[in-house]
C-alpha cells in the first residue's frame, strides 16, 4: 500500500508541470485584470499629463518664436485651433477603444493563463491593492529624482554639443582630399 503511494505521489509530481496552464489568458481573465488594475483610469491620467506637457512645451516654443512679441487676434486663433487639433490627435492615439484591444493582444503575447491568474490573486490582496494605489505616488517620485539627475546631465550633453558647433566652425587645418 505504502509502494502505491509513492508511485501515485511521483506520478502527480512529475506530472505537475504537464498540468500548468502554460495556454495564453483568456480575454475574461485579462479583462478581469484590467479592471482590477484600472488600466483605462491610468490611461486617462496619462492623457491629461499629456495634454499639460504638450501645452507647456508649445507655450515655450510659441515664446520663442515671438521673441516677447504680442500676438495678433489672427495668430492667437491660429494657435488655439492648432492646440485643439494636436489635442485630438492625441485623444484618438490613447483612446481606450484603440488601446484596449492592444492591451489584449500584449497581455496574451507576454503571459500564460496562470500568470494572469497569479498576478490577479496578487492584486486582490492587501499588499497588491498597496501597490495599486502607491506606485503612481512612487511613478512621480521616481520621476522627480531622475529630473533631478537630468539636469545636471543635459547641461553637460549641451556643453559637449556647443564645443562641437565651435569646432564645426574653426577652420581646418588639414586641406581638404579630393575623393572624385
Known amino acids: 500500500m505504502l509502494k502505491h503511494c509513492y508511485g501515485f505521489s511521483l506520478c502527480v509530481f512529475l506530472a505537475a508541470p504537464v ?22 483610469q491610468l490611461v486617462a491620467g496619462l492623457q491629461t499629463q499629456l495634454h499639460a506637457t504638450m501645452d507647456s512645451t508649445m507655450q515655450q516654443s510659441i515664446q520663442q ?4 512679441k504680442a500676438l495678433t487676434a489672427r495668430q492667437q486663433a491660429i494657435i488655439d485651433a492648432t492646440k485643439v487639433k494636436m489635442v485630438a490627435i492625441l485623444d ?7 488601446l484596449q484591444p492592444m492591451y489584449f493582444r500584449l497581455y496574451r ?14 492584486y486582490r490582496t ?14 512621480r517620485n521616481m520621476m ?15 556643453e559637449v554639443a556647443r564645443d562641437a558647433a565651435q569646432q564645426l566652425q574653426e577652420p581646418d587645418p588639414t586641406p581638404a582630399t579630393n575623393t572624385g
Not at 518664436?65 to 516677447?68: L, M, P, V
Not at 498597496?130 to 512612487?138: D, H, S, Y
Open 19 to 40: 498540468l500548468a496552464n502554460d495556454a495564453p489568458p483568456s480575454d475574461e481573465s485579462i479583462q478581469t485584470l484590467l479592471d482590477l488594475t484600472d488600466a483605462k
Open 65 to 68: 518664436a515671438i521673441k516677447g
Open 92 to 98: 484618438d492615439m490613447l483612446s481606450w477603444d484603440k
Open 109 to 122: 503575447q507576454s503571459f500564460t493563463q496562470d500568470d494572469v491568474d497569479g498576478i490577479t490573486a496578487f
Open 126 to 139: 492587501p499588499a497588491g491593492q498597496a501597490m495599486l494605489v502607491k506606485m503612481p505616488l512612487l511613478m
Open 144 to 158: 522627480g529624482e531622475m529630473q533631478s539627475m537630468y539636469e545636471p546631465v543635459q547641461r553637460r550633453i549641451m
